[in-house]
């Protein structure tokens, strides 16, 4: 495409973005109350103000395309800057809603900060890491990219929102594309995977198998050096490794319960099998496993669902929608919307490897890491899978913020990617 030549948008992105949006729409209207029902575009029901939040979704869609291909990058710097000030704000001018101060009020609608900030930060990770010299297997470069990332993440913990901090996990597949060695996710996988092992075996089970699995690997290293005359194995760095895994086990008992709100332990123990509380804290879990068990293999039909008509999964229209696509959509239904959610990730990879230019392939492969995160831990933790951590399902879930925000990081993307023949550095 030369200068002056049309963008060509990729066509296959936009459907399934439309594709999600009309199934969200109709769950929505399909989650409220029958009795209720006063037309599409009744103001006072989620469904009417989740019309009006698509329709502006539009209209920020054309801004987005309308704009500067070359703007993202030249203030990547500075939209980061502002998404930090405004997550800091709440700490002053926020507004409290179901336990945490996570949104700003504007008269009668509320606007959430962090819904944004995951687009400021792919714009900044994308802008850092394009830079001149930059190079992930450099260690200050690489403590500073993980700063640009921590410091939202930081900032939205305490608020607290501890699941929409632990989307920016997510940035690990757009380091890893960028050089970023597997060993770093292998770290984080083992020190969850002491953590909740320590949580249902204890503490000195635990000790005991990270002593019997070194020992086994360092066997196994003797065996190696022999066969392919390597250096011989350091037992004194294997003794450390030992020693630091046990602390860390060791240390988990006081996080958990120290650390951790209420809350948070009460859904992981659940999740854990350690306790059972179905008509408690576990309640949500409960009936959304319910709720999708009865759908079926074709579901209840639109309507039809007797525990989403009920009303008995609470925050159905938000972070348990899945739930009721699962009981009026039936294994059908839900398995076409896992479709669509791996198709828009696939497909995100597919255009960020076809980019010219480096800014935009980090930044969509951050956009694809952020979608895969939120569709992955938000249908494990409806299916009780995973703990509730709140984190919307993209372009489904009841919500301005939610919607504007993943509208946002995707159409950069898609902007990005409808120029990248003529886009340069």
Not at 5 to 28: C, E, S, V
Not at 112 to 120: G, H, L, N, R
Not at 183 to 193: D, E, N
Not at 357 to 381: E, K, L, T
């Amino acid at each position: 495409m030369g200068i002056g030549d049309k963008p060509k948008f990729d066509i296959y992105i936009i459907l399934i973005y439309l594709a999600l949006l009309l199934i969200g729409w109709l769950t929505i209207y399909s989650a409220a109350q029958v009795s209720q029902y006063h037309g599409i575009l009744d103001m006072d029901q989620l469904y009417g103000k989740q019309i009006l939040w698509i329709g502006l979704a539009f209209l920020i869609i054309s801004f987005i395309l309308a704009m500067d291909v070359k703007f993202f990058e030249r203030f990547g710097s500075i939209i980061y800057i502002i998404s930090l000030l405004s997550l800091l704000g709440l700490f002053v001018f926020g507004k409290e809603l179901n336990g945490a101060k996570s949104w700003y009020s504007l008269g009668s609608m509320t606007l959430q900060p962090s819904e944004f900030a995951k687009a400021a930060t792919a714009l900044a990770v994308a802008k850092f890491l394009s830079g001149i010299n930059i190079s992930l297997k450099n260690t200050k470069d690489l403590l500073l990219v993980g700063l640009i990332i921590a410091l939202p993440a930081l900032f939205i913990i305490p608020q607290p929102d501890p699941g929409s901090a632990l989307v920016y996990g997510a940035f690990f597949f757009a380091l890893h594309r960028e050089g970023l060695s597997l060993w770093y996710l292998s770290l984080v996988l083992v020190a969850i995977g002491l953590f909740l092992g320590t949580l249902v075996l204890g503490t000195w089970w635990i000790a005991l198998i990270i002593l019997i699995a070194m020992t086994v690997i360092y066997l196994l290293s003797q065996k190696r050096r022999h066969k392919k005359r390597l250096p011989k194995p350091r037992i004194i760095l294997f003794l450390i490794i030992s020693g630091v895994c046990v602390l860390y086990s060791l240390s988990t008992n006081y996080i958990f319960n120290n650390l951790l709100e209420d809350r948070h332990r009460n859904r992981i123990d659940i999740v854990l099998g350690r306790v059972e509380d179905n008509q408690g804290v576990g309640y949500n879990i409960n009936q959304s496993v319910i709720a999708v068990g009865s759908g079926g293999f074709a579901g209840k039909g639109l309507l039809e669902g007797t525990q989403t008509q009920g009303g008995f999964v609470p925050e159905q229209e938000t972070d348990f929608i899945f739930s009721a696509i699962g009981e009026e959509w039936g294994f059908i239904g839900a398995s076409l919307v896992i479709i669509l959610f791996m198709s828009l990730c696939y497909r995100l990879i597919i255009m960020a490897e076809r980019q010219k230019n480096q800014f935009a392939r980090i930044y969509g492969y951050s956009v694809a890491g952020i979608f895969f995160i939120h569709f992955f831990v938000n249908i494990g933790m409806v299916l009780g899978l995973l703990p509730t951590v709140g984190i919307p399902l993209p372009f489904m879930s009841y919500g301005g913020s939610g919607l504007w925000g993943f509208t946002i990081l995707l159409f950069i993307f898609v902007k990005l990617d409808g120029h990248r023949m003529s886009y340069e550095h």
